[in-house]
């Protein structure tokens, strides 16, 4: 069976809103739901972590009431940075395999994580070859990237999560930094991760602007081809 740790805790400062951006209405219902429905329809999910403010839980455990949500949901407080939000949900995770998702990608498809699940390798991301060219440098540019060896890196990701947990103690006692879970478990313990075709529709919501384009996605995307 699998743990689904959703990552709820960020403030959403770009968004320019009071309220964080994964509870604001998208295609009229908060962000957070659109995910929390489609895990909730996998069979080989038993249990759902949210990480997020404390505060917000009592307003997230009316959601899920009023979406009838019916798998176990467990509420973890958020760290002050996404590494230790991503730790302190892997040290309340129960099964050995992990599934790690944002709350602020909305557009994420059921087969999506069903095609992580069925994948019989056990560390699994999605990743989209760069549409643009990388420059390095800050205010003169001292090189370009070989667009064909990068990824852009997606959510969900699958991790066995015992390994993923030690990755994560060992980073953290040298102090090391890292802002996506896979770059650390290679770069900490070097396991062999799969990377799958993503989708351009599967975004981030960051900025205002995201949730215009947002409800253009859901549209066409989401709401025509379930």
């Known amino acids: 069976m699998y743990s689904v740790l959703l990552l709820s805790g960020g403030k959403g400062s770009r968004m320019q809103e009071s309220t964080p951006k994964q509870y604001l209405l998208l295609a009229g219902k908060p962000m957070i739901m659109h995910s929390l429905e489609r895990i909730d ?3 080989d999910v038993n249990e ?37 939000s991503v730790y302190n949900g892997l040290k309340a995770v129960q099964n050995g395999n992990v599934i790690i998702h944002e709350a602020a990608r909305p557009f994420v498809k059921q087969n999506e ?10 560390n699994v991301i999605y990743g989209n070859d760069i549409p643009f060219t990388v420059l390095t440098g800050n205010s003169h540019v001292h090189g370009v990237l070989n667009r064909s060896e990068l990824i852009n890196v997606q959510l969900p990701q699958k991790f066995n999560a015992n390994l993923l947990r030690k990755a994560h103690e060992i980073a953290l ?54």
Do not use: A, W
């Open 48 to 84: 759902i972590i949210i990480v997020c403010d404390p505060s917000f839980i009592d307003s997230i455990k009316q959601m899920l009431h009023e979406y009838n949500i019916t798998k176990n949901v467990v509420f973890v407080k958020g760290g002050e940075t996404r590494q230790e």
């Open 113 to 122: 994580f069903k095609s992580l699940i069925d994948y019989p390798e056990p």
């Open 173 to 226: 006692e040298r102090g090391d930094v890292y802002t996506e879970d896979s770059s650390l478990l290679y770069d900490v313990l070097k396991e062999e991760i799969r990377v799958i075709k993503g989708t351009d529709y599967n975004i981030k919501i960051t900025n205002p602007i995201d949730l215009l384009t947002g409800e253009i996605i859901y549209r066409n995307y989401i709401s025509n081809r379930k």
């Open 41 to 43: 329809q996998l069979d």
